[in-house]
Nanobody
Framework: QVQLVESGGGLVQAGGSLRLSCAAS????????MGWYRQAPGKQRELVAT???????NYADSVKGRFTISRDNAKNTVYLRMNSLKAEDTAVYYC??????????????WGQGTQVTVSS
């Protein structure tokens, strides 16, 4: 009943910017922490950034100062603004959210992923 859908990925040159969006839809009662993860081929999925319901943020050291996570609670949407992109940022980016559905309890949800490719 609850789904997360990412958008905004694509091909960008090194030094460029992209903004990713992830919208949660369905029978949502409330949304807690939301975040972004990424996974490159042959590598483990890693945390990129999180934002709490109160607006507190955390970032991986590799993206701190370049990426900004934000959320729009009215739209059940989380964003990731990525600036000064590097080749090593190339990965599939997944959004994650801890959601209480209207007809159930709390659960973690994942999006399908969106590809970000940074070329030099």
């Amino acid at each position: 009943q609850v789904q997360l859908v990412e958008s905004g990925g694509g091909l960008v040159q090194a030094g460029g910017s992209l903004r990713l969006s992830c919208a949660a839809s369905g029978s949502i009662f409330s949304t807690n922490v939301m975040g972004w993860y990424r996974q490159a081929p042959g590598k483990q999925r890693e945390l990129v950034a999180t934002v709490s319901s109160g607006g507190s943020t955390n970032y991986a050291d590799s993206v701190k100062g370049r990426f900004t996570i934000s959320r729009d609670n009215a739209k059940n949407t989380v964003y990731l603004r990525m600036n000064s992109l590097k080749a090593e940022d190339t990965a599939v980016y997944y959004c994650n959210a801890f959601i209480r559905s209207a007809d159930g309890g709390w659960d973690a949800y994942w999006g399908q992923g969106t590809q970000v490719t940074v070329s030099s």
